[in-house]
């Protein structure tokens, strides 16, 4: 079965950095577009970035040039690394795999990790 | 970039209604637009992409229908597990934008 983990969430203040982990397994990782995307609590869904099979980026404007999406097709393992953290990127994040097997990015999101939450908070 | 706007924000229905959401774009996404079903508590699920394609799995009371920047979710005939809150999203290009949600209760 497909699966996605999340982990690396935690309290962090403002200013401060978190690295965001997603393991896959059950499918041929570096074969799919993988995104984060995350949801405030009580809030809607916002899609935060998401790399191709072969490591080519796209990034939200509320979070580019603070976050980093990456990957490790070795270990089949998805990144973000979070920088310049505020108080508006409180929120649980996902990460979700996109539906077809495209080394590009096809957005259509399925399946979707549990989450991981955020919270910067002084 | 383009937005989407979805409609109503909430609604209450009882068991058996009709339920119907539209999603505008702010722009012509062709047939690029995907619903997603979040329950209470759990993980967004995708149920229909390509605008009126049923993900595998999902039952026959949802359909989607639209093109262009005009979209609508359809429930057939609620049922008390169709509580949750519905996000429409474009994936024509990046950014790939959801909608507000719209939250589904039962009457």
């Known amino acids: 079965d497909v699966e996605l983990v999340e982990s690396g969430g935690g309290l962090v203040q403002p200013g401060g950095s978190l690295r965001l982990s997603c393991a896959a397994s059950g499918f041929t990782f570096s074969s799919y577009g993988m995104s984060w995307v995350r949801q405030a609590p009580g809030k809607g869904l916002e899609w935060v970035s998401a790399i191709t099979g072969i490591g080519y980026t796209y990034y939200a404007d509320s979070v580019k040039g603070r976050f980093t999406i990456s990957r490790d097709n070795s270990n089949n393992t998805l990144y973000l690394q979070m920088n310049s953290l505020r108080a508006d990127d409180t929120a649980v994040y996902y990460c979700?795999?996109?539906?077809?097997?495209?080394?590009?990015?096809?957005?259509?999101?399925?399946?979707w990790g549990q989450g991981t939450l955020v919270t910067v908070s002084s | 970039d383009i937005q989407m706007a979805q409609s109503p924000s909430s609604l209450s229905a009882s068991v058996g209604d009709r339920v119907t959401i539209t999603c505008r774009a702010s722009?012509?996404?062709?047939?690029?637009l995907a619903w997603y079903q979040q329950k209470p508590g759990k993980v967004p699920k995708l149920l229909i992409y390509a605008a009126s394609i049923l993900q595998s799995g999902v039952p026959s009371r949802f359909s989607g229908s639209g093109s262009g920047t005009d979209f609508t979710l359809t429930i057939s005939s609620l049922q008390p597990e169709d509580v949750a809150t519905y996000y429409c999203q474009k994936y024509n290009h990046a950014p790939w934008t959801f909608g507000q949600g719209t939250k589904v209760e039962i009457k």
């Open positions: 722009q012509d996404i062709t047939n690029y």
């Open positions: 979700a795999r996109d539906r077809l097997r495209t080394i590009a990015v096809a957005g259509v999101f399925d399946p």
